[in-house]
């Protein structure tokens, strides 16, 4: 059975469509009141290569953390606690990851990563530099994931990011990958 609508805090939001599954939850696009929105529903899906508590605590944790330095990213809108499920603002636009495939990113969006880098490393902390983590909208690139970790030269944006934010050996074989799944 397909879900047509999800309910955050008794507000029903429809769903539109799943935009991505990552380490700890799915995100759909959502409306309510002919606005769009994003519900991130928690998930408890093992993952190999990284390490839980509480997810939606921690969500909220990073959230807080990465606002409070500046990181430019949708606000937080609502939490429901029992249902695991968060309401976040809706950013309309590419993202970095779409932008890579079809050849047209521009400089002055690994620019403001840098910028963001800038903010993060003194503040001690990696965020997930996965391009399909980044929209642009009018210009200007948000990060749309709320996880951060904490600084580590090798998973800092120089020694693995880098990696994804061009057509490099690593971005094709992802991209290739993706292309056999669907």
């Known amino acids: 059975m397909v879900l047509e609508y999800i309910e955050v805090n008794?507000?029903?939001?429809?769903?539109?469509?799943?935009?991505?599954k990552g380490k700890g939850g799915y995100s759909y696009l959502v409306s309510f009141e002919n606005k769009f929105y994003v519900c991130?529903?928690?998930?408890?899906?093992?993952?190999?290569?990284y390490t839980f508590g509480n997810k939606l605590e921690?969500?909220?944790?990073?959230?807080?953390?990465?606002?409070?330095i500046g990181i430019c990213m949708p606000k937080l809108l609502s939490v429901d606690?029992?249902?695991?499920?968060?309401?976040?603002?809706?950013?309309?636009?590419?993202?970095?990851?779409?932008?890579?495939?079809?050849?047209?990113?521009?400089?002055?969006?690994r620019t403001q990563l840098k910028e963001m880098c800038n903010l993060?490393?003194?503040?001690?902390?990696?965020?997930?530099?996965?391009?399909?983590?980044?929209v642009v909208q009018n210009h200007q690139i948000y990060y749309i994931d709320y996880e951060c970790n904490s600084y580590m030269e090798q998973w800092n944006y120089e020694n693995w990011g880098i990696k994804y934010w061009y057509k490099?050996?690593?971005?094709?074989?992802?991209?290739?990958?993706?292309?056999k799944e669907v």
Request: with cysteine; hydrophobic share 25%; aromatic share 14%.
């Open 168 to 179: 490099t050996k690593e971005f094709i074989e992802y991209s290739t990958k993706k292309e």
């Open 120 to 134: 993060l490393y003194p503040a001690g902390l990696n965020i997930d530099y996965f391009p399909t983590n980044f």
């Open 10 to 20: 008794e507000k029903r939001y429809t769903i539109l469509k799943l935009l991505g």
């Open 81 to 109: 606690y029992k249902n695991e499920r968060i309401i976040k603002e809706y950013i309309d636009g590419p993202t970095i990851y779409e932008l890579i495939l079809k050849g047209c990113l521009k400089e002055e969006y």
């Open 40 to 49: 991130k529903q928690i998930h408890h899906e093992p993952c190999s290569y």
């Open 58 to 68: 921690s969500e909220l944790k990073d959230y807080e953390t990465l606002k409070n």
